[in-house]
């Protein structure tokens, strides 16, 4: 009893000398936790991982004041004497994934007589702001693949408004859960006078996520399905249309040619038959006609007494079908010089009259001789033989002019 009193009573007082022990332990692990405690919790549930990592303290904030002290590598701003800077508010995305694009909304309020360029964003790729944004860890987008910056302006009473929407893919160096500060961009805006106006944004911090994060165990995913891919096939571009120009000038070429060969020709006439002449060769055939064998008297004297006529009306100058047996007998008579056998014209034309409108039938001698007169008629009022001297010179002057009718008043028709 004493001995088990006796380690009762020493037990007591070492429990009591412990609990001071316990309570600084405690209190010690409550200072550990509570500035854990007043962190935000960017990341979601895997931020409340135990297994997962501290997040990595953030970069070293750079200059955010737009003084005139600020210099980024990324942005240089640029406001010209009398100008007013652009308002301007930004909006980017506090959280991210690594891989994904987080675009960074912008809208400038600028004047009536300003203009946003149309691009609004553009850094070159070896200039200090490409180079300045892949050391921060972030990659701009191709803008040929359809993921560039995109612009919209809006009006408003007072000037215009324009809404900036550019994308960041943020690719952080290492894995796991990473803090990126997006360093200041530049942002042109053209003013009326032709000047430039830069304005660089804020710096803004997002925290960075591996895609499969919140994944236990993450599987490989297969490649995507493949699709089409058109490319440019430039020699068969050149010859299609090399083929449709050919075949339009060879269709224009062939209509050009065709109406060249269907074109108006000019027919060079020969030279007309003096009238004499063709005048006898018309009797003559006239004569080895078959006509009065076959008993057609009468045309035969009307084709006589037609071709008269027409041998008058050409070697005197009229219409000799046209005209009648009077007018054509005036019109011989104010012929000068006179016409050498007139009676015997006057004569002819009106036995032709009376055998055609006396309705008489001519007989085989009545044809042969007024075939007969009609020749000496042509034999007789023949130009005269040009004299020996004339004999080397042109046709024109070898041919005697048609006698014209007079037209003296005091002879009467």
């Not at 960074?104 to 300003?114: D, N, W």
């Not at 304005?199 to 490989?220: G, L, Q, S």
Request: aromatic share 4%.
């Amino acid at each position: 009893m004493t001995t088990r009193g006796s380690s009762a009573g020493r037990t007591r007082p070492l429990a009591w000398a412990a609990r001071p022990l316990a309570w600084a332990a405690l209190a010690a692990a409550l200072a550990c936790a509570l500035p854990a405690r007043s962190q935000p919790d960017a990341g979601g549930p895997a931020a409340r991982d135990d297994d997962a990592p501290p997040p990595p303290p953030p970069p070293a904030p750079g200059p955010t004041e737009r003084g005139a002290g600020s210099v980024w590598a990324s942005c240089a701003e640029h406001v010209p004497p009398g100008a007013t800077r652009p308002q301007i508010q930004e909006t980017f995305p506090r959280n991210g994934f690594s891989g994904y694009a987080a675009h960074l909304e912008i809208t400038v309020a600028h004047g009536k007589g300003e203009t946003v360029l149309p691009e609004g964003f553009k850094v070159q790729g070896d200039s200090d702001a490409a180079r300045a944004l892949e050391k921060a860890g972030f990659v701009l987008p191709e803008a040929d693949a359809g993921a560039g910056p995109t612009s919209t302006t809006t009006a408003t009473d007072t000037g215009a408004t324009t809404r900036l929407l550019i994308p960041f893919v943020p690719l952080p160096k290492e894995p796991g859960r990473t803090v990126l500060q997006l360093p200041p961009v530049p942002i042109a805006v053209s003013r009326a006078s032709g000047e430039l106006v830069t304005v660089c944004t804020r710096p803004h911090e997002i925290v960075v996520e591996d895609p499969i994060a919140n994944e236990r165990d993450p599987k490989v995913k297969p490649n995507p399905p493949p699709r089409p891919q058109r490319e440019e096939w430039v020699l068969a571009k050149q010859l299609t249309v090399g083929i449709l120009i050919g075949a339009a000038l060879g269709v224009l070429v062939a209509w050009l040619v065709r109406r060249w060969l269907r074109r108006p020709r000019v027919v060079v006439a020969p030279p007309p038959k003096l009238p004499w002449v063709a005048a006898l060769e018309e009797l003559e055939a006239l004569r080895r006609s078959g006509l009065l064998s076959e008993g057609r008297t009468d045309e035969y004297f009307d084709r006589v007494s037609d071709c008269v006529r027409k041998y008058l009306g050409a070697r005197y100058g009229f219409d000799g079908l046209e005209t009648t047996s009077d007018e054509m007998r005036a019109l011989l008579a104010r012929v000068r010089p006179p016409v050498p056998v007139l009676p015997q014209i006057a004569r002819f034309l009106a036995d032709c009259d009376l055998v055609k409108f006396a309705r008489l039938q001519p007989t085989e001698t009545d044809c042969l001789e007024a075939i007969e007169r009609g020749e000496v008629i042509v034999h007789r009022t023949t130009p005269p033989a040009v004299r020996p001297g004339d004999a080397g010179g042109p046709p024109s002057a070898r041919q005697a002019p048609p006698a014209r009718p007079s037209r003296a008043p005091e002879e009467a028709p």
